[in-house]
Each structure stands twice: as structure tokens, then as C-alpha cells.
């Protein structure tokens, strides 16, 4: 992989039906995708509108290939859990009937985490969380995870010096992603319900 040949840029209004689509093929078992595309979508274009978030995109030309979040995005989804509640329970309703309950399960599995999260106070401060981070599919397993991580830290200064460290929260049944935080300095400090939690400190 030629890396001479790629750059990060902010992501745009006009990126999401790319960002989309890496997020639907990269990541399937996340529950954004499992409800439909209709809500990532909606996800998107109020994370790119929010002006406190950072939205960081890996280019090969001018063909977006990975993609970044980092913020705070509990009020996003708050909102669009209420604006979307019958789409999703419709969406539950249908692979229901479909007999697809492997799916189901999903919704069941986060809901139960929503839950127990709320009587669990993490013990960190004045942190950012590292949303997402995807790489489409034909470009996985070529460090791309880690160049496009690291050259945000480096390119977007001015947002992390405003916090002591950055969390990120993965899949106890992704330990392939639980490594990659960890080659990338993160730490595990907690667990909850199948999900684990880990800690990047900022030495200043």
C-alpha cells in the first residue's frame, strides 16, 4: 500500500452516502446498519451539522476509502430514536417475521446494555470518545486503521488538546478490534454486558 498516495480531510454533507455505505459493508453487526440505512443517514447529516464533533475522512485521491468520529453523540441518537421510534420497531417487527433472530437478538443485546450502562458511572474525565472508525472492506488489514487514527490526532490538534484522554467502547467478540486499540496505545479499564472499554491518555 502506497501511503504516499492518501490524505485525511474533514468529512462533508456530501460524503454521507459514501460514509454509508464503507459503515453498512465494514461493520454489519453494528446496530446502525442492522435497523437500516435510512438511520445512519439521518445519524450523519446531524453529526456533520453539529460543529462539536470531528468527522475525519481517508482519501486514496478523491475516493473515500475510511472514515473517523470522535465526540459526543447521545443527544444525536436520543433525538433520533424519538423522530425514528416507529421505523425502528418496524424494522424489528420485519426481521421478526422473517425469522431472522439473529438480528432481533441485536436489539434485544443493546437495549439490555442501554440499561445496565445507566447504573454504571465510568470513571473517567474531561474525555472524548472515539465513535466509529471504518475502513472499506478491500482496504482492510493494511495499517490503514492506525495511519488514518494517527494522522487525525495529528491534524486536528487543536480539538484534542482540549481533553486528558479519549475513550473508545468495542465488542468483547471483536478481540481482532480490541488489538487494534491496544497496538494503538489504548488501554482496558472497564466492561459491561459484552462491551469493553478503553482509555488513550494524552501525555502532554
Known amino acids: 500500500m502506497n501511503f504516499r498516495e492518501l490524505f485525511v480531510n474533514d468529512l462533508l454533507l456530501d460524503h454521507i452516502d459514501e460514509i454509508s455505505n464503507i459503515w453498512i459493508e465494514s461493520i454489519p453487526y453494528?446496530?446502525?446498519?442492522?435497523?437500516?440505512?435510512?438511520?445512519?443517514?439521518?445519524y450523519l447529516e446531524k453529526f456533520l451539522k453539529s460543529g462539536k464533533n470531528l468527522g475525519i475522512g481517508l482519501f486514496e485521491s478523491n475516493k473515500l476509502i475510511g472514515f473517523i468520529f470522535f465526540g459526543k453523540d447521545t443527544e444525536i441518537i436520543t433525538q433520533i430514536f424519538k423522530k425514528n421510534f416507529v421505523y425502528i420497531f418496524y424494522s424489528f417487527f420485519l426481521y421478526f417475521i422473517k425469522l431472522k433472530f439473529k438480528k432481533v437478538l441485536n436489539y434485544f443485546d443493546v437495549l439490555i446494555y442501554l440499561?445496565?450502562?445507566?447504573?454504571?458511572?465510568r470513571k473517567y474525565k474531561n474525555s472524548t470518545e472515539l465513535l466509529i472508525v471504518a475502513i472499506k472492506k478491500s482496504y482492510q488489514n493494511k495499517g490503514l486503521g492506525s495511519y488514518l487514527l494517527k494522522e487525525s490526532f495529528e491534524k486536528n490538534k487543536n480539538y484534542f488538546k482540549k481533553f486528558d484522554n479519549l475513550t473508545v467502547i468495542t465488542l468483547r467478540s471483536t478481540p481482532e478490534n480490541i488489538k487494534f486499540y491496544e497496538k494503538n496505545n489504548f488501554k482496558v479499564f472497564d466492561e459491561i454486558y459484552g462491551r469493553v472499554f478503553l482509555i488513550l491518555n494524552f501525555s502532554r
Not at 34 to 40: D, E, L, R, T
Not at 115 to 121: A, G, P, Q, R
Open 115 to 121: 440499561i445496565l450502562s445507566n447504573f454504571k458511572k
Open 30 to 42: 453494528n446496530i446502525k446498519p442492522i435497523i437500516g440505512k435510512k438511520i445512519i443517514q439521518n
